[in-house]
Structures are given as structure tokens and as C-alpha cells.
């Protein structure tokens, strides 16, 4: 029987305890035979943050292998999917996870959301140099100080205030990867990027543009523009590349029927289902499905070489 996937959760982490410190907004995990109580697929609705101070760990995110070795700093955002994670004997890392809502409360990359989204779901590995691995280290046992010792009456605050200069040390390492644009904190801007939130966030995803502009309380139309002056992309557009993303992991990666497949990602039919998937894929749910397969024998015979 396929076993279902977790949901990796602030709560499901101190159901497990696997962390040295949680609470609904922030956990450190650093001790890999504390992680690996956690098997199986999971679904991320936390942004996670893993540096590698020392051997070699694989892992799929999304369906995609990827390595990671010493100062490799691994980010994991909301929605992707986790699963078959292997580790040296002799790996050490730090990990950083916070709840979605508490990174918006304090990010200044929040600003720059949908570059960021775009970066790291292509490039969730990044290669640190040395010094900043090192500040890495420094903020993480500094925070996780302050959360672990005694209570102190700002402790919030202070806490606070150095997440805040660790996202900001954070946002300058990325400008080695991406040119960010100034933020213009237009109300534009700010609809965006909830807009971003939800879908990403949700699931099953709802795949009207009208489902999505009756929550943030504007009209379809309008959300449209905004996305499109924003990113260059519809509202529509989004919506279905974020939908194609579940359903090719489910096709790729599940042993499901196309029917479950239908019902889990609340499609009317499998004749609404087929024609979808077909019209960005250009073959039928099964032909595709096929054709993931083929492709993930070749790339499993061609590492085996």
C-alpha cells in the first residue's frame, strides 16, 4: 500500500521531537538520527533552511535528486515535497525552520517573492563561501541561545531583531545568485505576493482566477493585470503552471490511478483531467505518465554508470 504523504508542519515537528527548540514559529534541527524518525514523503508548509557543515547528504525535492556536501546551504520553501533523504555517517548540519507567517512578518525578501520563488525552485542548493557559513553558524547559536536559556522579558524581541539582521545577511548572499529590483511597497506589490501565497500554499489548488480574487476581494480581471505587470505572467498562467507542478509529481512519483489522481487534486472528471494535462503536455495522463517513467529509468541506468 503507497504511504501517504506527511505534512511537514511546525506542529507535526514537536509531535515528533525532532527539534532541539520549536515553537509555532521557529525550530532548530540539528541531529540527524532525530530527523530520520521522519520517513516518507512530506509536504513542506514551512520554509526550512539546512546548511551542511560536514559530509554528504541526497535528497529529493519535488521528484528532482539533488546532493548536498559541506557548505551547501539547502532551502526548502512551502509546498515542495521532500522525500528519500540519505546521509553519510559522518554528515553535521544546522537547521532553520519557520512558519510561512512568521517570514513574512520579518523578511526583507518577501519583497522580491517572486524572483526568490523562481530561484530557489530551480537552484534549492547554494554553494556558501566560507565566511558565510561561518555567520550562519554564529546567528544560528546565538538564536537558538536566546530561545533555550533562561526567559528573559524582550526574549520575543531580541529574537526577533536577530532573525531580522540574519535575513538581511541572508539577502546579500543572494545577490551573488539574483538582481533584486528595489521595492516599490505599492499596494500592487502587496496583492501579488498574497496572491503568490495562496497559490502556492494551497492544496489541492484551486484553478479559477475567480476562487482566488473572491479571497483577496478584487476582480478577476484586475488580479490578471497585476500579475501580469508584476511578473509578466496572468493570474491564469500562474495557477495552472503551480497545478501542472502537483500533477506531474503525482503521475511521476505515485503509484495512484489517474482516477485517484483526479479525485486528490479535485479535477471534475477524467475527461476534464485528460484534456488538461494533454493541453500542456501535449499526451494524455497515461502517455505522460509513461513517459516520466521512461525518463527516470534512463537517468537511474545513466547514475548507476
Given at each position: 500500500?503507497?504511504q501517504?504523504?506527511?505534512q511537514?508542519s511546525m506542529?507535526?515537528?514537536?509531535?515528533?521531537?525532532?527539534?532541539?527548540?520549536?515553537?509555532?514559529?521557529?525550530?532548530?534541527i540539528?541531529d540527524?538520527?532525530?530527523?530520520s524518525?521522519?520517513?516518507?514523503?512530506?509536504?513542506?508548509?514551512?520554509?526550512?533552511?539546512?546548511?551542511?557543515?560536514?559530509g554528504?547528504?541526497r535528497?529529493?525535492?519535488d521528484?528532482?535528486t539533488?546532493?548536498?556536501?559541506?557548505?551547501?546551504?539547502?532551502?526548502?520553501?512551502?509546498?515542495?515535497?521532500?522525500?528519500?533523504?540519505?546521509?553519510s555517517?559522518?554528515i553535521e548540519?544546522?537547521?532553520?525552520?519557520m512558519s510561512?507567517e512568521?517570514?513574512?512578518?520579518?523578511?526583507v525578501i518577501?519583497?522580491?517573492?517572486?524572483?526568490?520563488l523562481?530561484?530557489?525552485?530551480?537552484?534549492?542548493?547554494?554553494?556558501?563561501?566560507?565566511?558565510?557559513t561561518?555567520?550562519?553558524?554564529?546567528?544560528?547559536d546565538?538564536?537558538?541561545?536566546r530561545?533555550?536559556?533562561k526567559?528573559?522579558?524582550?526574549?520575543?524581541?531580541?529574537?526577533?531583531?536577530l532573525?531580522?539582521?540574519?535575513?538581511?545577511e541572508?539577502?546579500?548572499t543572494?545577490?551573488r545568485?539574483?538582481?533584486?529590483s528595489?521595492?516599490?511597497y505599492?499596494?500592487?506589490?502587496?496583492?501579488f505576493?498574497e496572491?503568490?501565497?495562496?497559490?502556492?500554499?494551497?492544496?489541492?489548488?484551486?484553478?479559477?482566477?475567480?476562487g482566488y480574487a473572491d479571497?483577496?476581494?478584487?476582480?478577476?480581471?484586475y488580479?490578471?493585470?497585476?500579475?501580469?505587470?508584476?511578473c509578466g505572467?496572468?493570474a491564469?498562467e500562474?495557477?495552472?503552471?503551480?497545478v501542472?507542478?502537483?500533477?506531474i509529481?503525482?503521475?511521476?512519483?505515485?503509484?495512484?490511478?489517474?482516477?485517484?489522481?483526479?479525485n486528490?487534486?479535485?479535477f471534475?472528471?477524467?475527461?476534464?483531467?485528460?484534456?488538461y494535462?494533454?493541453?500542456?503536455?501535449?499526451l494524455s495522463?497515461?502517455?505522460?505518465?509513461?513517459?516520466?517513467a521512461?525518463?527516470?529509468s534512463f537517468?537511474?541506468?545513466?547514475n548507476?554508470?
Amino acid at each position: 500500500m503507497e504511504q501517504e504523504i506527511l505534512q511537514g508542519s511546525m506542529k507535526h515537528i514537536a509531535e515528533r521531537g525532532i527539534a532541539v527548540y520549536c515553537d509555532d514559529r521557529i525550530a532548530f534541527i540539528e541531529d540527524i538520527n532525530k530527523a530520520s524518525r521522519i520517513t516518507g514523503a512530506v509536504r513542506m508548509e514551512i520554509m526550512i533552511a539546512v546548511l551542511c557543515l560536514k559530509g554528504k547528504a541526497r535528497l529529493e525535492l519535488d521528484g528532482e535528486t539533488h546532493i548536498v556536501e559541506a557548505n551547501d546551504l539547502l532551502i526548502c520553501h512551502p509546498n515542495i515535497i521532500l522525500e528519500k533523504s540519505m546521509a553519510s555517517f559522518d554528515i553535521e548540519f544546522r537547521s532553520i525552520a519557520m512558519s510561512p507567517e512568521y517570514i513574512r512578518q520579518l523578511s526583507v525578501i518577501a519583497d522580491n517573492s517572486w524572483d526568490v520563488l523562481k530561484f530557489l525552485e530551480k537552484s534549492p542548493v547554494i554553494h556558501l563561501q566560507p565566511e558565510e557559513t561561518e555567520a550562519f553558524c554564529q546567528y544560528y547559536d546565538l538564536i537558538r541561545s536566546r530561545l533555550t536559556g533562561k526567559p528573559r522579558h524582550h526574549q520575543k524581541e531580541v529574537t526577533d531583531a536577530l532573525l531580522l539582521a540574519f535575513l538581511y545577511e541572508f539577502h546579500d548572499t543572494m545577490e551573488r545568485f539574483l538582481k533584486f529590483s528595489p521595492p516599490t511597497y505599492s499596494s500592487n506589490e502587496r496583492l501579488f505576493k498574497e496572491f503568490l501565497q495562496l497559490v502556492t500554499s494551497s492544496y489541492p489548488k484551486d484553478r479559477t482566477v475567480a476562487g482566488y480574487a473572491d479571497k483577496l476581494h478584487v476582480t478577476p480581471k484586475y488580479l490578471s493585470a497585476i500579475c501580469k505587470e508584476t511578473c509578466g505572467h496572468t493570474a491564469s498562467e500562474l495557477i495552472n503552471e503551480y497545478v501542472m507542478k502537483d500533477v506531474i509529481y503525482l503521475l511521476k512519483k505515485s503509484e495512484k490511478s489517474i482516477k485517484e489522481i483526479v479525485n486528490e487534486l479535485d479535477f471534475p472528471n477524467l475527461s476534464f483531467f485528460g484534456k488538461y494535462v494533454k493541453r500542456y503536455t501535449g499526451l494524455s495522463p497515461k502517455q505522460y505518465r509513461e513517459q516520466l517513467a521512461e525518463e527516470c529509468s534512463f537517468v537511474k541506468k545513466a547514475n548507476d554508470l
